[in-house]
C-alpha cells in the first residue's frame, strides 16, 4: 500500500512539474471531474459540475410539441427513474420553435446535472446555459422531434460516452 501512495504522489508531483492538467477526482456518484480552484477570478460566474443522481435532480417538465399531453408521459417516466419532478406545462409557447427531441435548460447550480438529465433523452437534444439562472431547476423542454426517454443502462450508456460536462463560456468550477 505504502508503494501505490508513492507512486501517486510521484505521479502528480510529475504532473504539476510537466504542467499537465489537475488531476481528476471520483465524486461520490462515481463520475470524475476535475478539481476546482477555490475562488474563480474575476469577471467568471462560479458552476457546479457535480453529476448528481437522478435523486438529486430537479426538473419541470415543458411541452412544446403538438403532442398533446406527452409531457406528462415524460413526467411519469422521469419519475420512474428517480428524478424528483417538479412540474409540467402543456402546450408551453414562448415564440420559438423546437424542433429537436428536447431542450434542457439549466444554470449555474446544475450545470452537471442538466449534462445528466439530457443523456436521458433519445435523440438529438439541445442544452441552453442561462448564467443568470438562480435556482437549482432544469427545465425539459420536449420538440417535435422527441422519440422517448432511455432505460437507465441506455442512460448509463450514453453518460460514459459522452465523458464529462464541460464549462459553458464565461464560468469556471466551484471547489467541491
Known amino acids: 500500500m ?22 481528476t477526482m471520483p465524486t461520490a456518484q ?9 475562488t474563480c477570478p474575476p469577471g467568471l460566474v462560479p458552476v457546479d459540475l457535480t453529476v448528481l443522481r437522478p435523486d438529486g435532480t430537479r426538473l419541470n417538465v415543458l411541452n412544446a410539441s403538438d403532442v398533446k399531453g406527452l409531457e406528462l408521459t415524460v413526467f411519469v417516466e422521469l ?3 428517480g428524478f424528483q419532478m417538479l412540474s409540467t406545462t402543456d402546450r408551453y409557447r414562448d415564440g420559438r420553435r423546437y424542433p429537436e427531441a428536447a431542450v434542457i435548460r439549466y444554470g449555474p447550480q446544475t450545470v452537471g446535472a442538466g449534462w445528466l438529465v439530457s443523456s436521458y433523452i433519445q435523440g438529438q437534444v439541445k442544452t441552453e446555459f ?8 432544469i427545465d425539459v423542454i420536449l420538440g417535435s422531434a422527441f422519440e422517448s426517454i432511455r432505460t437507465p443502462t441506455e442512460a448509463n450508456q450514453a453518460v460514459a460516452a459522452a465523458g464529462q460536462p464541460s464549462l459553458p463560456p464565461g464560468t469556471c468550477p466551484v471547489p467541491d
Open 2 to 23: 505504502k508503494t501505490r501512495v508513492r507512486i501517486l504522489a510521484a505521479s502528480i508531483a510529475a504532473l504539476a512539474v510537466s504542467g499537465c492538467d489537475a488531476p
Open 30 to 38: 462515481g463520475t470524475a471531474q476535475p478539481n476546482a480552484s477555490p
Open 79 to 81: 419519475g420512474k427513474r
Open 130 to 137: 442561462d448564467i443568470h439562472r438562480s435556482n437549482d431547476r
